[in-house]
């Protein structure tokens, strides 16, 4: 018996041995990992997770180690942080005598080190979704955003790469029908909760709070008869308010401070048909930050501080130049802005103290671009994002009869990359003509100074490219005339009035057709030149006599949203969603009028983003995509005339998103525009050299 439990004990203590070599083994895996993260592949953030993963075990010596490995990597994100895993390393391994030594030394060069004056300015996050509304971790380890699959509040993981919803009861987001969502996410100082505005199906907006593990969503204000919605701004630095500012129905905005524990509102400002860009709190919570501009129909700003307990207001930052605030500093005592004194956009800051100006401002980095400002860390370090977008004109070519591909989309880089749209067919075939865009970001921050328009003519036969300089502000939706003399445009004039204007294609001179109201459009030529189809946003698709100016209500119908005429006029070709339904529908009608026959459907959220005929009139290419700003590359479709099956066409391009289809008169050639978007967070570091944070 005392043979049986004995040879049972050794068992087990096997069987145990066998376990914890198992565990020590997939621990120095792990670790292992984390080393090729943080010296292979740069990302600091997922080989933090994984080393604290790893100093979580029991192998002392292992933990040790990983914990020296956090301090290094956070010497690359954070110093204050690296000294905090250097002072753990010696307070909790004093056993792990070689490993403490290094700690030691690290510590000791991280303190003797003088605070260096060069700034650094370095991109932090990037990737092909273009995120709105977004907002940052207070310890810059998830990002915040809407999800507009659903419209629900979402975050993103930054070291896992890792995306999950907040919320849940999100509705499919569509411009004609906006449902509910979630913008304007505002995390709180220790990123457990986040604030954000939900948008009601009445396009009224309550501010709300969800856990960042999803738990408790909670209304924390609903909007009234009154007020039409409120969003956040900012916390205290306590969490026990948000900075908010309210939109009232008597067109009045309001700065307030809701009480996170209640949802009580203690307004400290009212402000007349116009509101605030960005509004900081202090960090002691007894001023507040705002930009608002220094008069009405005037986009010019200027920075005002407020005191919270309603002693005094003044203007901080007065001048003729655009100034927009940016926020407060972690310490108090600087307020950083953007402006474009210089005649550049550049970033400013000014010292402040007692809740007033000290001195003037000073100019800490020129010629920024526009910008979106997301948050200051604790360290000083201030993060702000740029979206990056390329629109180009594309050419491929295929086989009209088998539909078969011949050529991938091959970019337009005449006269310039990433500005050109709207690409039209000459109606011998011989040219391609598109729109040019050249903008400079150098005096508005988050606008547009200056825009100069292009109309660019490219040769086929010659390769040659031809520049007209229409006197116009603006122009867009090309069609070239039947005849070849002219360009038809939706354009704004040199007087601001916007609408449809003829451009000759030889000296560019511009005659005004057509006045009225900007937004979406649809416009077509008829085939002997003498009239065009038109179509505006929620309004019938119009036939417009050209000499005579008699109009015909062609299909009456707002529900459609683009048509395409065939070569020989008889047809029109529409895209019509039925959003209570969910369903997109391609239909053809007579152009003369009548009722329209359904060649085939998609359910929302697929769309039809262009579409146009083949040159016998006998079958239609359409593009498909998604509304829900999926990174799932749009498709090249055929389709009879007599409905049927469709065909896919095996048509790739490095954009997701593109349209303006249109078809070459041999149907040998397709030219598109499409639109490349990628999304950056930058952070700024060691431009607040002096600072000493205030937690």
């Not at 705002?290 to 986009?299: I, K, S, T």
């Not at 001195?359 to 740029?386: C, D, H, R, V």
């Not at 998103?657 to 990628?678: E, M, Q």
Request: glycine share 8%; with cysteine.
């Amino acid at each position: 018996m005392k043979t049986l439990k004995s040879l049972m004990i050794m068992i087990g203590l096997a069987f145990w041995a066998f376990i914890l070599i198992a565990q020590d083994r997939n621990q120095a895996n792990k670790l292992q990992e984390a080393i090729n993260f943080m010296e292979t592949k740069g990302n600091y953030p997922a080989a933090i997770l994984l080393f604290e993963e790893v100093a979580k075990g029991p192998d002392r010596s292992l933990a040790a180690r990983s914990l020296l490995y956090v301090g290094l990597c956070y010497e690359k994100l954070d110093k204050n942080e690296a000294r905090k895993a250097y002072q753990r390393v010696i307070r909790e391994f004093e056993d792990q005598t070689v490993v403490v030594a290094e700690a030691r030394a690290r510590l000791s060069a991280l303190n003797q080190a003088k605070a260096s004056t060069a700034m650094v300015v370095r991109l932090f996050w990037a990737g092909p979704e273009l995120f709105f509304s977004t907002s940052l971790s207070t310890d810059g380890r998830n990002i915040f955003h809407t999800d507009w699959e659903t419209g629900d509040l979402a975050v993103l993981e930054i070291a896992s790469g890792k995306k999950r919803r907040l919320t849940n009861k999100g509705s499919w987001f569509h411009p004609f029908d906006p449902g509910e969502w979630a913008v304007v996410p505002t995390p709180s100082p220790d990123s457990t909760q986040v604030a954000y505005k939900w948008y009601n199906k009445d396009q009224s907006g309550d501010l709300r709070l969800v856990g960042l593990d999803g738990s408790g969503p909670r209304v924390l204000y609903h909007r009234n008869e009154e007020v039409k919605y409120i969003e956040p701004a900012e916390w205290s630095s306590d969490g026990k308010e948000i900075l908010a500012l309210v939109s009232r129905k008597d067109q009045t905005y309001q700065i307030v401070l809701v009480s996170v524990k209640d949802g009580s509102v203690r307004v400290l400002k009212t402000l007349q048909k116009q509101r605030p860009l960005k509004m900081s709190l202090s960090p002691d919570g007894r001023y507040i930050v705002y930009d608002f501009p220094q008069e009405e129909r005037v986009e010019d700003r200027d920075i005002f501080l407020l005191a919270t307990d309603g002693s005094h207001e003044i203007p901080l930052v007065k001048h003729l130049a655009n100034d927009c605030l940016l926020g407060w500093a972690p310490d108090g005592k600087r307020v950083l802005f953007a402006s474009d004194r210089t005649g550049i956009m550049g970033l400013w800051i000014i010292d402040v103290i007692g809740g007033k100006p000290q001195g003037s401002p000073e100019l800490i980095k020129p010629s920024m671009g526009p910008i979106w400002p997301i948050a200051f860390t604790q360290n000083g370090s201030f993060y702000y994002a740029i979206i990056n977008s390329m629109l180009d004109v594309y050419i491929a070519e295929l086989d009209p009869v088998t539909g078969k591909v011949l050529a991938p989309g091959t970019k337009i880089t005449e006269p310039f990359v990433g500005t050109n749209a709207w690409p039209d067919w000459s109606p011998d075939g011989k040219y391609l003509v598109y729109v040019t865009r050249t903008v400079a970001y150098d005096s508005r921050w988050y606008k547009q100074a200056s825009e100069v328009y292009t109309l660019s003519i490219l040769s086929l036969e010659t390769g040659e490219y031809r520049k007209l300089q229409p006197r116009l502000k603006s122009f867009s939706h090309l069609r070239w005339s039947p005849h070849g003399g002219s360009i038809l445009a939706f354009g704004l004039g040199p007087d601001n009035r916007s609408g449809f204007y003829q451009i000759d294609a030889q000296t560019g001179d511009v005659t005004p057709i057509l006045y009225c109201p900007g937004g979406s459009k649809e416009l077509e030529w008829s085939p002997d030149g003498s009239a065009f189809f038109y179509k505006l946003l929620y309004r019938p698709i119009i036939l417009r006599e050209l000499k005579t100016g008699q109009e015909k209500e062609v299909y009456p119908d707002p529900g459609a949203v683009n048509f395409a005429l065939s070569p020989d006029g008889q047809w029109l070709a529409l895209t019509i969603y039925d959003l209570v339904k969910g369903w997109v529908f391609l239909k053809v009608m007579p152009s003369a009028g009548g009722e329209p026959r359904e060649l085939m459907k998609l359910q929302l959220p697929e769309y039809i983003s262009a579409m146009d005929w083949m040159p016998d009139g006998q079958g239609l290419l359409f593009t498909k995509g998604r509304r829900d700003h999926s990174d799932q590359p749009q498709e090249l479709w055929r389709i009879s005339l007599e409905g049927g099956e469709p065909q896919k066409l095996e048509l790739t391009t490095d954009v997701v998103s593109w349209g303006n289809l249109r078809v070459h008169p041999t149907g040998r050639r397709i030219a598109f525009s499409a639109i490349k978007y990628r999304a950056e967070i930058w952070v700024m570091e060691n431009f607040l050299p002096d600072l000493k944070a205030v937690r």
